[in-house]
């Protein structure tokens, strides 16, 4: 009996753990099972990802598509206004192209050249007397002269709104997403008989004015500052109306007006501050075309040069009045002077240009080369207290320069004459 359950107890010991094995086999299939279903869950998970962010992906260059369909439907239509014969068309054309230059960041550059692009269209003022009305002489016309004067006042209304959408973003600051600083503006060539870019900032880009006419209204450069990149004048002409660079601040970048010429109207650069940078009045070294002041009034009264380089080399003052009346020359070099081998300094040959009460306390102030042979440049009440005022190698021909009641703390620097009396009409400054 003994031996019968010693065997039943075996038996039920050997059931017992073949039992415990198939169900702890059961557990590890159920929990593989249960891993593979699991990791195929997962992977069905990241296949639907996948397929979202492909999904989103073709929203998205549709989007981007339908936006640059957008903006290549509003450019097209903007560009359409523009060249319609309706001024009113041609006026929301500007303002839309504008607007579409604010929110296209990528075709701002193309908006804005179009824009330019306008303004140098050719165009003739219309005659206009003093204060915007009409002449009497367009009044009495025939009613094709009237129809004409009227198209053209209309067309100036135009490209004045055109400087001044431009002027406005400028104005903004850089930070702002609709500031149009740092990029090219191209109005070589342009007719501009008015328009306002005051309080503009030119910190970055080219901006080319080069050969433009300025030839009536008021065109408002008030305020501007001139921080970096480059502004040609070149070969601009100013022969009529006025323009206003009255508060002007220069100080990086370059400021050329070689070659303009003044020949009308009245330029103003009162209370500018020339600190930095290079502003040129002057010429090429071997091809002359230095400013020619030969008419009208150029005015930087009461301007403060401290620093940077403002240059005059090779201009011809032959019938303007030029005043630098007040001025303050407290820092970096002003030259009329040319090369000490070339020659080719300024030549005062007419007009008047006059440092009256100008206060040379600091800096360079150079003629050295210069010619005078006619006119009347006056330094009367001047004050010279510092820095450096030089006349060597200048040539006194005609004409008059007078230092009439100045101070001469720091006389100016003149060349010692072979029978040490100054020539004619070199009125000496007196102790």
């Known amino acids: 009996m003994f031996d ?42 990241h296949a639907a990802d996948l397929r979202a962010e492909a999904a989103e992906g073709r929203a998205d260059v549709e989007t981007d598509r339908n936006g640059i369909r957008l ?37 701002r550059h193309t908006c804005i050249d179009v824009l330019c692009a306008y303004l140098r269209m050719p165009y003739t003022p219309p005659s206009e007397a003093p204060g915007g009305a009409a002449t009497q002489a367009d009044d009495e016309a025939s009613t094709a002269t009237t ?63 080069g050969g433009a006419t300025f030839s009536g209204g008021a065109v408002s450069f008030e305020g501007v500052t001139f921080s970096g990149g480059t502004v040609y004048f070149d070969r601009a002409m100013f022969n009529g109306g006025r323009v206003s660079f009255d508060g002007a601040s220069f ?13 009308g109207g009245a330029v103003s650069f009162e209370r500018g501050k020339f600190s930095g940078g290079r502003v040129s009045f002057g ?50 070099r002003v030259s009329f002077d040319g090369d000490s081998i070339f020659g080719g300094g300024a030549t005062f040959s007419g007009g008047v240009v006059s440092f009256e009460g100008a206060t040379f306390s600091g800096g360079i102030a150079s003629f050295e080369g210069a010619k005078f042979v006619g006119g009347e440049v006056s330094f009367d009440r001047a004050m010279f207290t510092g820095g450096e005022v030089s006349f060597d190698r200048a040539m006194f021909t005609g004409g008059e320069v007078s230092f009439d009641n100045a101070r001469l703390d720091v006389p100016p620097k003149f060349d010692q004459w072979p029978d040490g009396n100054p020539p004619e009409g070199l009125r000496m400054p007196t102790a």
């Open 4 to 45: 019968l359950l010693k065997l039943v107890f075996s038996v039920v010991a050997g059931v017992g753990g073949v039992a415990a094995l198939v169900v702890a086999y059961r557990r590890q299939r159920v929990a593989e099972h249960a891993n593979e279903l699991a990791e195929f869950a997962h992977r069905l998970a």
């Open 71 to 107: 903006f290549n439907e509003r450019f097209a239509k903007a560009s359409e206004q523009l060249g319609s014969d309706k001024a009113a068309v041609r006026l929301a054309g500007v303002y839309a192209m504008a607007v579409l230059a604010d929110d296209w960041r990528d075709g």
């Open 147 to 209: 129809e004409a004067a009227r198209v053209a006042r209309e067309e100036r209304e135009v490209r004045h709104t055109v400087i001044r959408l431009i002027g406005r973003r400028l104005r903004l600051p850089e930070e702002d997403p609709t500031s149009w600083r740092g990029f090219d503006f191209d109005f070589t060539g342009a007719v501009l008989d008015g328009g306002d870019l005051s309080g503009a900032t030119f910190s970055g880009g080219v901006v080319s004015f």
């Open 251 to 263: 100080s990086g970048g370059v400021v050329s007006f070689g070659g303009a010429t003044f020949s």
């Open 283 to 332: 010429g090429d070294l071997f091809f002359g075309g230095g400013a020619t002041f030969s008419g009208g009034v150029v005015s930087f009264g009461g301007a403060s040069f401290s620093g940077g380089v403002v240059s005059f080399e090779r201009a011809t003052f032959s019938g303007t009045r030029v005043y630098f009346e007040w001025a303050k020359f407290s820092g970096g």
